[in-house]
């Protein structure tokens, strides 16, 4: 039969950040982006992890490589959940990204641009500059290949006997180059002649400068501030019970690989195994037993619990009239109260025997 318990709040010991990590001022912006809430940047991915214990998912891929998805990287995508949460502790606030790069780009004055254009000149010209080296060190280790060639060449002396050469008969390469005898000397006014004609400039001429296209919008803008306000993310009904996991120090990831809503680990995802497989019911709402049944034996057969939540209906999401604090495992079937407010009920189930 199916052992039912309750679930335990998570504490440990704080880590302390890095030393050389930047530091991160609350709330910072959440970028909406095609309803997307996503961080771009590497140190504030890295603070709501150790600070808030939002994971959220890395989308960025390579740009030469697009298909991969094996090493992913920033930015990273938080679920409207996540987002939420965010929002609602006051860490963070949401940001109509396109929006804000468009007001700032039509709202730089002659002073803010001259220096971003002049950033991007050099870095054009430095690309440029490194593309030229490229191409010369390419055509010298061309030049000593085929010097190494003409040195390796047999002499037509061999064994006492004179040899004559046919023209006719050399490789199509070598009649291209011409006579063996006059082709190490003619060998450096062909380098010269060369680089003064084709693939780098002549001298004297300005280098050209390679257009670039900037990756960044921070500078020359500014970090949009929080002046023009954008309603709460749209959350699905799980919400509460992510809440509720959440403030007993749990972290969460997406379920999907496991039939759940959320996988739920003690402690950051990259040190632990997870131990509950989450999912969030109505609370008036019935549930089959063979649902019951299949969702223990797929817990148990992954080592995990299978877990169930529920939010009472007289609750109401993010309302700060709701004052309460129950923590979990207190009162009667580990009935606590989230962040936002919502009553939350949640139960433990593992496949025993039969």
Known sequence: MPNVETIEETTGPRQQPHPAVAAVTEPFPISFVSNRYLLYDINLITYVRREHHICGVLIGTLAKIPQ???????????????????????????????????????????????????????????????????????????????????????????????????ATSRPEDEQAIGDPDTELDALPAARASSNATSGTRRTGTPLEIYPITPTISYPPLTIPSKTRPQPLPAVPSSYPLYAHLHKHGYYMTPGLRFGCQYSVYPGDPLRFHSHFLAIAVGWDVEMNLMDLVGGGRLGTGVKKGFLIGACSNDSKLDDPQHGGDEVAGDAPGNKGVNEGGASVRTICIEWASM
Do not use: W
């Not at 938080?78 to 396109?98: H, M, Q």
């Not at 002049?118 to 010209?125: P, Q």
């Open 68 to 166: 991969q998805n094996v090493f992913l990287g920033v930015p990273l995508e938080l679920s409207p959940e996540e987002a939420r949460l965010l929002v609602v502790k006051g860490a963070g606030y949401i940001v109509d990204d396109v929006r804000a790069h468009a007001d700032g780009i039509t709202g730089l004055s002659e002073k803010e641009r001259k220096p971003f254009l002049a950033a991007l000149a050099r870095e054009g010209r430095a690309a440029a500059r490194q593309a030229e080296q490229k191409a010369t060190r390419k055509k010298e280790a061309a030049f000593r290949k085929l010097e190494a060639a003409d040195t390796d060449r047999p002499s037509p002396l061999v064994a006492g006997h004179i040899t004559t050469v046919d």
